[in-house]
């Protein structure tokens, strides 16, 4: 059985600069892995290529053993590939029941329809059961270009969410969000992440989230990937200490098991 | 959401309807739609001098100053109360504003249209509002060849005439006479024009005739380089054109500068509109119509005399053959009525109209065209000639009525590839 | 041989005319992000003052010479004080509306200078023909051409150096510059955009009443002129690339080339040679040729 | 209340057709055409939700209106369902090609590259003398299943149709606007990349929005053709397509009868403003633009709104 997502010497270049360059890398269902790396080293030109966002230079991108290569975002999302983005994506001027229920069209639906009410009550009461799970159902009829930035990740990880990819990509999934938000929004949306069974990357800055939540950690430095593996032995390895994370970590106290229940509190 | 339809709907009726007190109007007046155009390009060599001619003609109607043999204050008993319209805007506006002047400010008759198109479009809204409509000064042949119409008149002979009358003018008067040239613009008047002048001189030439070059310009391009350039290239012995206002001043002005008119004979076949603003730029024997007997070829009576000499004095500058055409469907439609007798139903008027002859500033109509609707006149063109200083014609030519147009019930176009049977050019 | 020549010739005065009535489109779009439907109206103020002013001083009898002072003259000053009237007076409450909006303020800008100006110079026809006469006329191949057609060559050159220069060269224009490039970080470097917007604006506005100055002594002026010529330009301003002054040069070049060749060889497509043009480059550069780039956001 | 608006829209379509018939000849005349543009406005908002602008209806307006002609005149075919049916093929047959051209276009290249189209069809028909040219044509008077009520009915007729079909699409209009299809349009003028990656084809849901707003300008095209009984190219001149992108403005988007409305108050301003004042009725409409978009950004229907939400604050 082949990977759910395997990559093969991939490279990108923009004119002279080389963004990304012979990155292998393999992942496989219900894998969480933490993606670092300062910036420009490589990590959105990465999510961007995987998610058909941009085309590789060369190399390949298999997903369940097949190449996406040349394959518009929205045949890669139909693979079975979904993101959120950096700065949320969103329905900016519409509420967020109607962007879920857009979403739900689309992804779920996939049925055009021409005469159909969007907002019928079977589908509102749908909508509303996803907003519940990540908890901004109170926002249900808020126009989304009025609400603070954590709803709005919150609503793009949703809407991205909703047809089950196998594979889902968070592009810093916390940038934008107050500190202190971070963890209830980042255990909201693991909690949904866990149930799907889905494999799921996020790219993330703060070393605390990664360390809590990642399973895996992919670093980036430069275009390449520097270190793969599970997360405390990467963390842990002193050039990615000096290369990505910049300073030195102190990882004794802070297995992720125990600081997630106190997150919580 | 539930009140916002009916809301609406009030507040676009009201707004709609509260302009109906603008048609109230009083009985004893024959009100008399008028329809020119007042904007854009064609306002100023037409619509203009067209609006102050009926502004004239309508103050002698009303206070019976019309030389004789015209008699009578007003028409119909009544005093002319004039309504303008401005006809830009395209056909289907004005087949709106014409439902408004009949319905809404109750006109007892429209004169009207300049464009072709308007001319096409609005008779069969006059047959069915049954109003008496007079066209006074559009072009086209195809509104009583294409069908008949009962209440509509049109005073003056169809451009086709202008045409065929070139072609005998540029046959008879060109000596050693071997090819032609056009630039029209690209519009049906351009192309219909080109099509009658070059069909007539073939038949009239049999066949012996070539053709250089046909240029249509877009209509006011106001840039004619690259075909003055072309003309040059595909030098021809006369370069035809029936290029009008704007046009025709830009034509002259930058051909006359790269001395294509000093070099070639051209025939403007609505050129006379120009003379008065640019005749120094053309070159003597250039050929000049009018489009009828009108301006310099006017007939010489007491009628045009008055016309010519109050039209100068009260607007700066002599009438030319829009403001003719505008004076001869006003005297046309009181003399139809005035021979119907007061209070004639539009039925007599009708009738009294239908084959009717009369006297113009600009000489004899003959409504003997299109079952007595379209009028047939003669056509005149003369070499420009300037004697000390001041435009004269030379080598003027009348052409009578039935040489130049077609006769009763014959198509154009099939009467001049036929070889136009019946025509009296004596 | 003869027909080649005078397609160059033709081709080359039809696009350097081409070029003078639609920088000023291009530069304020280019800058303030305005397609402006008004230019036709400030072509047509320029034609119509030039020409009064033109008529006027030949009722003087003064030197002939300088009469292409008082045209120029005469057009600029109009161009410029309408410009900012309706700058200060009507644009500026709208920056930030969408560009389609834009497009309407201007349009309804355009239908009340069409009227404003017959109100003030009627419907008849205006002419400074004198300027044009005057050059006299050059002969070569079998073919005369108007001297003045070649100046205006020249005078389109000159605008382009200008433009060219003022843009490159000074220091206006390299702010300028900045907010062609990023209107955002134009206002955080602390460029006042209002101010250069009101510039930009008299400038265009200024050109285009200079292109009606210039295309005066050629045609007689009449009602309407204005509203042939915005279709024109903005069919040049959108081969080349919104926004783009090079783009506008090499847009006037491709279509005067293009109408030149098919007045002389293909009269009968002459109507919409330019359409198709602009169809071929718009369905492979969608952009134009010489955009000014975007960059995707996200 | 859905249904109760809709219940309404019927009613007001009655009340018109009523009002039609019973109004001065010039009034109803005036209505019917003001229906057909409406219609091509209505269009033309469908595609403005989508957040594209095309400055090219009249191409389709145009197409309606000469399939209109050429069937009266040249091929007898006077039943307006016939008429309707051909102009609606053949303008959906025109916009499947051309659109898949123009919707990879966006702002103001969608609307500059719409106008160079219609401007295309325009140089044609100028060139096309068999089809009068400039001076257009003739429409003969139409028939409905049979029926030839002649030159006197035929205005009724078309006014009766023209409301007819007025209150149906409207009521389509409508349905299609609340319905996935519909809003899929707002997601397209909100953010391409998320419907994209939601699964969704941003081409697909504005070509689907384009072929309809070329068949809606198609139905106004031939109404306004029936109605007036003309034809000329003027219909696909781009200042015929800036006319209907105003009434678009006018009205606003936020409502399937606001483009109805507003160019039943267009039809109105204009000619009061010929009637008023015929040497500056242009003046009057540029302030009235200027008007509109200084103080109703979101058109007409704003006033509507404006008014419903000032009831809604007395009743609660």
């Not at chain 1, 969480?32 to 590789?56: E, L, R, W």
């Not at chain 4, 302030?287 to 419903?308: D, K, N, T």
């Amino acid at each position: 059985m082949s990977a759910l997502l395997k990559t093969v010497n991939l490279e990108r270049t923009f004119g002279a600069v080389t963004a990304a360059t012979d990155i292998n890398v393999e992942l496989n269902s219900g894998e969480i892995v933490g993606v670092i790396g300062s910036n420009g080293a490589g990590k959105t030109t990465f999510i961007n290529m995987v998610t058909g966002y941009i085309q590789p230079s060369g190399g390949d991108i298999l997903v369940r053993g097949e190449s996406i290569i040349g394959k518009s975002p929205r045949e890669v999302s139909l693979a079975g590939v979904g993101r959120s983005f950096q700065v949320a994506q969103l329905f900016q001027e519409l509420t967020v029941l109607d962007n879920m229920l857009i979403a739900f069209g689309f992804s779920v639906d996939r049925k055009l329809s021409f005469l159909n009410p969007l907002r019928s009550a079977e589908k509102i009461e749908k909508a509303q059961a996803v907003l519940r799970e990540y908890e901004i159902e109170q926002y249900t009829d808020e126009v989304v270009s009025t609400l603070p930035q954590g709803v709005r990740k919150l609503l793009d990880i949703a809407m991205a969410m909703l047809s089950n990819p196998g594979l889902m990509l968070l592009d810093e999934p916390t940038s934008g969000v107050a500190i202190e938000d971070k963890f209830t929004l980042m255990d909201t949306v693991m909690a949904a992440v866990r149930k799907s069974d889905a494999a799921t990357m996020f790219v993330e800055h703060d070393m605390e989230v990664v360390l809590r939540y990642a399973d895996r950690v992919l670093a980036f430095y430069d275009g390449r990937v520097l270190a793969d593996g599970p997360t405390q032995k990467v963390l842990s390895d002193p050039k990615v200490q000096e290369l990505v994370v910049g300073h030195h970590l102190d990882l004794s106290d802070s297995a992720p098991a125990t600081t997630k229940e106190s997150g919580h509190a | 959401m539930k009140h916002s339809l009916l809301t609406a709907a009030t507040v676009a009726c009201a707004m709609t309807t509260g302009g109906l007190s603008l048609s109230a109007h009083a009985a004893d007046d024959y009100k008399l739609g008028l329809v020119t155009f007042l904007s854009g390009a064609a306002s100023g060599p037409f619509g203009i001098p067209a609006k102050n001619a009926a502004d004239l003609v309508i103050e002698a109607i009303n206070d019976g100053t019309l030389p004789a043999p015209i008699q009578g204050k007003g028409i119909d008993g009544r005093q002319i109360t004039p309504v303008y319209v401005d006809e830009a805007g395209g056909a289907t506006k004005q087949t709106s504003e014409f439902r408004n002047l009949v319905e809404r400010d109750g006109v007892d008759a429209v004169v009207g249209y300049i464009s072709s198109g308007d001319c096409l479009a609005i008779p069969a809204v006059a047959e069915e509002l049954k109003k008496l409509t007079v066209l006074f000064d559009c072009g086209t042949p195809r509104v009583f060849e294409e069908a008949d119409y009962k209440y509509v008149f049109r005073t003056h002979s169809t451009a086709s005439m202008d045409n065929i009358a070139a072609a005998h003018y540029v046959n008879d008067n060109v000596p050693e006479l071997e090819s032609v040239a056009g630039i029209n613009q690209n519009y049906s008047w351009g192309h219909d024009s080109w099509r009658d002048f070059t069909e007539t001189l073939k038949v009239l030439r049999d066949g012996d005739i070539e053709i250089t070059t046909e240029q249509f310009p877009k209509l006011f391009a106001g840039q004619y380089g690259a075909e003055i350039s072309a003309l040059q290239v595909n030098s021809a012995d006369v370069i035809h054109t029936s290029f009008w206002g704007g046009d025709t001043d830009a034509f002259v002005l930058q051909a006359a500068a790269r001395g294509l008119l000093a070099d070639n004979q051209v025939i403007f076949t609505a050129g006379e509109t120009a003379l008065n603003s640019l005749g120094e730029h053309l070159p003597d024997g250039a050929i000049i119509g009018a489009r009828g007997p009108f301006g310099p070829f006017a007939p010489d009576s007491e009628l045009n005399t008055w016309f010519q000499t109050e039209f100068t004095e009260r607007f700066g500058t002599p009438p030319t053959f829009p403001a003719y055409h505008m004076a001869h469907a006003l005297i046309g439609l009181k003399l139809a009525q005035d021979k119907a007798g007061v209070g004639a139903s539009t039925e007599e008027v009708i009738t009294a109209f239908e084959g009717l002859e009369f006297e113009g500033p600009g000489g004899k109509v003959e409504m003997s065209r299109g079952k007595g609707h379209q009028a047939a006149t003669e056509m005149v063109y003369g070499r420009l000639e300037r004697v000390d200083g001041e435009i004269t014609f030379t080598d003027i030519v009348r052409y009578p009525a039935d040489c130049v147009n077609p006769p009763e019930g014959t198509e154009t176009v099939e009467w001049i590839q036929a070889g136009m049977p019946g025509a009296e050019c004596n | 041989m003869k027909q080649l020549i005078a397609i160059l010739v033709d081709g080359s005065v039809y696009a350097s005319w081409l070029f003078i009535i639609s920088a000023g489109l291009t530069l304020i779009y280019g800058v303030m992000r305005i397609l402006n439907m008004s230019h036709g109206s400030f072509y047509a103020l320029g034609a119509y003052s030039g020409a009064a002013m033109v008529g006027w001083y030949f009722s003087t009898g003064s030197v002939p010479w300088f009469s292409f002072v008082a045209l120029i003259g005469a057009a600029l000053v109009a161009g410029i004080t309408v410009g900012l009237l309706v700058e200060r007076g009507l644009l500026r409450f709208m920056y930030g509306r969408d560009e389609v909006v834009m497009i309407l303020v201007t349009y309804a800008v355009l239908l009340i200078m069409e009227d404003a100006i017959k109100l003030i110079w009627g419907v008849e026809p205006y002419f400074a023909y004198q300027p044009y006469t005057m050059l006299g006329r050059t002969k070569f191949a079998g073919l005369s051409f108007a001297n003045y057609d070649f100046m205006l060559i020249g005078v389109s050159i000159l605008i382009g150096l200008a433009l060219w220069y003022g843009l490159n060269r000074t220091r206006n224009g390299k702010l300028l510059r900045v907010v062609i490039h990023d209107r955002e970080i134009a206002g955080a470097l602390g460029i006042n955009v209002s101010r250069i917007f009101t510039i930009t604006f008299l400038i265009g506005a200024g050109i285009g009443a200079l292109a009606g100055a210039l295309t005066a002594p050629g045609l007689s002026v009449v009602p309407g002129m204005g509203i042939e010529v915005i279709v024109l330009a903005f069919a040049v301003v959108v081969i080349g690339g919104l926004g783009s002054i090079s783009g506008a040069l090499v847009g006037a070049l491709i279509v005067g080339m293009a109408r030149a060749t098919a007045v002389h060889l293909y009269p009968e497509v002459e109507l919409f040679v330019i359409y198709a043009v602009m169809g071929l480059v718009l369905a492979f550069r969608p952009q134009g040729l010489f955009a000014v780039a975007n960059a995707r956001k996200i | 209340m859905k249904t109760k608006s809709l219940a309404l829209l019927f009613i007001l379509g009655l009340a018109i057709l009523a009002g039609g018939l019973l109004l001065p000849q010039w009034m109803s005349y005036l209505f019917t055409i003001a229906m057909g543009k409406g219609l091509v406005v209505l269009g033309l908002v469908l595609l403005m939700r989508a957040g594209l602008v095309s400055f090219g209806q009249g191409l389709y307006y145009c197409v309606g209106a000469y399939v209109a002609g050429m069937l009266t005149q040249f091929a007898e075919v006077t039943d307006i369902l016939l008429i309707l049916l051909a102009s609606i093929s053949v303008s959906v047959v025109i916009a499947a090609i051309i659109g898949l051209l123009l919707c990879r276009y966006r702002e103001i290249f969608f609307a500059m590259f719409s106008m160079a189209f219609s401007m295309i069809l325009y140089g044609l028909l100028v060139r096309m003398q068999v089809l009068g040219s400039t001076d257009g044509f003739n429409v003969a008077n139409p028939s409905l299943l049979g029926w030839a009520p002649g030159p006197e009915g035929a205005s009724d007729l078309v006014l009766a149709v023209a409301v007819f079909l007025v209150v149906s699409l409207g009521i389509l209009a409508w349905r299609y606007l609340n319905s996935l299809s519909g809003y899929a349009g707002e997601a397209v003028r909100e953010n391409e990349i998320r419907l994209e990656y939601l699964g969704g084809s941003v081409f697909k849901v504005v070509y689907v929005k384009y072929i309809i707003a070329a068949a809606l300008a198609a139905i106004g095209g031939t109404v306004t053709a029936l109605v007036s009984g003309h034809v000329d190219p003027e219909m696909a001149y781009w200042t015929t397509s800036g006319e209907f992108v105003f009434i678009a403005l006018m009205g606003g988007t936020a409502h399937v009868a606001a483009p109805i409305i507003a160019a039943v108050l267009f039809e109105a301003l204009r000619t009061y403003a010929f009637a008023v004042a015929p040497y500056t009725w242009q003046m009057i409409l540029g302030f009235a633009l200027l008007a509109i978009i200084l103080f109703m950004p979101s058109g007409l229907w704003s006033l509507v709104e404006r008014f419903q939400n000032k009831k809604a604050r007395k009743t609660t």
